[in-house]
C-alpha cells in the first residue's frame, strides 16, 4: 500500500519468490532506498532463505552502492536476549534456528533501528514479546528519524502493535489534477442544462 502522493516513476516493485516478502526500491535526488516487508513463519526460516538467495544474486539492485540504503523490517518471530525485554529473558530461542538472521544482518551489515526491550506482541496468554523488528543499513547518514511503537493505533484484536517509523525520503510527488466541486453547483441551473443536452 503505498500513497498515491507518491509519484509512480519513484519506486518499483522486486520480484522475490516468496509470497511473504514484498519489497519496493524508491530512487529519487537523494538516491536509493530498497524496503523489504518481511513475515518470517514461527516453524521454519523460508522467508530468511529466500531473502538470503534473492540478495546473492541481486543485491547490486536492491543496494546499487554502498551509499544506497536497505530496510527489512517485519514480524521475524524470533526472540533473542538482544531485542527482548528484560523480563522475556527465561524464553527459550535456537542457535540453530536464529543462525540464518544473524548470517543475514552480518553479511549485509545491518543495524537495529527498533529500540530493544519494547514489546510488540501479545501472546495467548497475555504475555508482551518482541516479535517484529526494523533493521536498516550500517552507515554515516540515517534515513530513518524515529522508529518506535505506538500502542494508541493498535487496530481491534489485534496481537501486534503497530510500528510507525518516519524516514527522510525526497521523493517525486505527484501532481493533483483539478477536480468538479459537486458540492457548489447550482442543481436549478445543472438540471435546465441536463434537460437541454438530453432532448
Same mark, same amino acid.
Given at each position: ?41 514461527? %516453524? ?20 546499487? %552502492? ?9 514480524? *521475524?518471530? $524470533? ?16 542457535? /540453530? ?13 545491518? !543495524? ?7 514489546? %510488540? ?8 514479546? =518482541?516479535? !517484529?523488528? /526494523?533493521? =536498516?543499513?550500517?552507515?554515516?547518514? !540515517? ?16 496481537? $501486534?502493535?503497530?510500528?510507525? %517509523? ?13 477536480? $468538479? ?6 442543481? /436549478?441551473?445543472?438540471?435546465?442544462? *441536463? ?5
Amino acid at each position: 500500500m503505498i500513497n498515491t502522493n507518491i509519484a509512480t516513476d519513484a519506486y518499483t516493485q522486486l520480484t522475490i519468490p516468496n509470497n511473504d516478502i514484498m519489497a519496493i526500491p524508491f530512487n529519487g535526488e537523494f538516491g536509493h532506498l530498497s524496503l523489504f516487508n518481511i513475515y518470517n513463519d514461527c %516453524t521454519h526460516n523460508n522467508s530468511l532463505s529466500s531473502l538470503s538467495t534473492y540478495l546473492s544474486s541481486s543485491h547490486h539492485i536492491a543496494q546499487p %552502492t554502498p551509499n544506497n540504503h536497505m530496510i527489512w523490517l517485519g514480524d *521475524l518471530n $524470533h526472540h533473542h536476549p538482544l531485542w527482548e525485554p528484560e523480563i522475556n529473558r527465561h524464553l527459550g530461542f535456537s542457535d /540453530v534456528a536464529i543462525q540464518p538472521l544473524f548470517n543475514l544482518l552480518n553479511e549485509y551489515d545491518m !543495524d537495529l533501528a527498533f529500540p530493544p526491550g519494547i514489546s %510488540t506482541y501479545e501472546t495467548a496468554t497475555h504475555n508482551w514479546t =518482541h516479535l !517484529d523488528n /526494523v533493521w =536498516h543499513s550500517h552507515h554515516n547518514s !540515517d534515513p530513518i528519524i524515529s522508529c518506535n511503537m505506538n500502542p494508541c493505533i493498535r487496530p481491534p484484536k489485534a496481537n $501486534h502493535l503497530p510500528i510507525i %517509523t518516519i524516514i527522510e525520503l525526497p521523493i517525486a510527488r505527484t501532481s493533483s489534477p483539478p477536480f $468538479h466541486d459537486f458540492r457548489s453547483i447550482d442543481f /436549478v441551473e445543472f438540471n435546465t442544462m *441536463l434537460k437541454a443536452h438530453l432532448n
